[in-house]
């Protein structure tokens, strides 16, 4: 079946460019969550979703990022004025939250976004 | 969500076990560990986790010391395929995104 998709999966911005990254969940899949990924290191969180509603963006790095998913589906990622060192992947996933006690997340295969 | 400490590195033959360890002496008693790896240039694949008791799954297995200060995970056939970074992650209950530190990254060789 269809996995958590991720539009483009390489991006190259000037710097100062805005761009948008563009998350697919799994048809049905209530939460949604963005990770950055710098060379090298593990994923961190940036914010999550649960249908339409944010509900954690503690892990925004500043306010030039920026993320929406309006009709609870799909999501999109902004980032503003873009830096050199917002040069990362970004990896999108989903999960069908229940029991809290088991929370497999699913990941897409990410955007490499690089700044020059 | 519970520190975790694990070795950089680690190698290991093709069809051998791999055996990879996990610190978490700060695990508080409402928190799981989760493993996810994540294979060159895609995204973290959920593996297993467990709270207290040893799991097994078809992809690995999950021994936790029964203080729950760490844990290792064990692949019991290793294969090429299972080249990855693997995470080890400290979850808690009330909340779902997931903290990764940096991982062991496992070479299976030929």
């Known amino acids: 079946g269809a996995g958590v998709s991720q539009s483009p999966r390489y991006k190259v911005a000037k710097r100062g460019q805005d761009v948008a990254l563009r998350c697919d969940p799994i048809?049905?899949?209530?939460?949604l969550f963005w990770y950055q990924q710098a060379l090298g290191q593990g994923p961190e969180f940036l914010t999550y979703?649960?249908?339409?509603?944010?509900?954690?963006k503690s892990g925004l790095p500043s306010d030039r990022f920026f993320a929406e998913r309006p009709e609870g589906s799909v999501s999109t990622l902004k980032i503003q004025r873009t830096q050199q060192e917002d040069s990362a992947v970004y990896l999108c996933a989903s999960t069908q939250p229940g029991d809290r006690s088991y929370n497999e997340q699913f990941f897409g295969p990410g955007t490499r976004l690089t700044v020059l | 969500d519970a520190k975790t400490t694990q070795p950089t590195s680690m190698d290991c033959a093709e069809g051998r076990a791999a055996n990879l360890p996990c610190n978490h002496s700060t695990i508080s008693g409402n928190e799981y560990v989760y493993w996810y790896r994540q294979i060159h240039s895609q995204g973290p694949q959920y593996i297993i986790h467990g709270l207290k008791n040893n799991e097994t799954n078809e992809m690995a297995s999950l021994i936790i010391t029964e203080d729950r200060k760490s844990s290792t995970l064990i692949l019991p056939h290793a294969t090429l395929r299972d080249t990855a970074v693997y995470y080890c992650i400290g979850k808690s209950y009330n909340t779902d995104k997931l903290i990764f530190g940096t991982g062991t990254r496992l070479q299976v060789f030929p």
């Open positions: 048809s049905g899949h209530v939460s």
């Open positions: 979703f649960q249908n339409e509603a944010q509900l954690d």
